[in-house]
């Protein structure tokens, strides 16, 4: 079974409005940890947002906010006012504390935030 | 601070020719790892190293090598390399005793095997 599933292949998104990307994990662990990350076309992976299972508040950074919903096992990244450079690849991953530090990556989320 | 530096940025071989990637970080991380990225699959862990001294399999390492030189330095060898390793190479790190124990990624290294 996928750890890391994220739905939708292609986003997008006006300028300046807010967009969800989803992302859905599976596991019976009870310690994880859920992570976003922004590819642009330059490459590079940028670390974006994090949440820890534990954790009560819905994680916050800047524009970027996961929406968590721990029983439903969803980590759905949000952006609000979209902007230009936003356009790019965006990868939900996960880590397991039972599995020490192995990282689960999804397939990708391609956003186009048009004008 | 670099953070974490990879070479060579790009990269063509012929089938069964040998290569070694190099990676370094300046963090003082102690976990250090290697993924490859191909089109529609997202990132795959190829191998990972705990700490200095530690090296363990992921979810792809038939073909590959690695070498945990000191804390600083993670080298990733292909012995005889295939047309199926063309794939993005990237090389990050982690502080495990961080409660969030981010990975940072290098910018990666575009491998072709012809």
């Known amino acids: 079974a996928q750890k890391i599933t994220q739905t939708q292949p292609g986003m997008f998104v006006q300028e300046k409005e807010a967009v969800t990307l989803d992302c859905t994990y599976d596991?019976?662990?009870?310690?994880?940890?859920l992570f976003w990350y922004k590819q642009p076309s330059s490459g590079e992976m940028i670390f974006l947002i994090y949440?820890?299972?534990?954790?009560?508040q819905n994680a916050t950074e800047g524009r970027y906010s996961l929406n968590f919903q721990k029983a439903r096992k969803s980590a759905n990244l949000v952006i609000s006012a979209s902007q230009l450079g936003d356009s790019a690849m965006y990868f939900c991953a996960m880590r397991e504390r039972s599995r020490g530090n192995q990282f689960y990556f999804g397939t990708g989320t391609s956003l186009t935030v048009i004008p | 601070n670099a953070g974490v530096t990879q070479t060579p940025k790009f990269q063509v071989l012929k089938t069964g020719q040998s290569m070694t990637l190099q990676c370094a970080q300046d963090m003082n991380h102690n976990s250090m790892y290697w993924y490859r990225q191909d089109p529609g699959m997202g990132l795959r862990l190829i191998y990972y190293?705990?700490?200095?001294?530690?090296?363990d399999k992921g979810e792809v390492p038939n073909g590959y090598n690695v070498s945990r030189l000191n804390k600083r330095e993670f080298s990733l060898r292909l012995e005889s390399a295939a047309p199926s390793q063309t794939s993005v190479y990237f090389c990050?790190?982690?502080?495990?005793?961080?409660?969030?124990?981010?990975?940072?990624f290098g910018p990666g290294t575009r491998l072709t095997v012809l």
């Open positions: 596991t019976s662990d009870p310690s994880y940890g």
């Open positions: 990050a790190s982690s502080d495990p005793t961080t409660n969030t124990d981010t990975q940072y």
């Open positions: 190293s705990a700490s200095e001294g530690t090296t």
């Open positions: 949440q820890g299972s534990y954790d009560q």
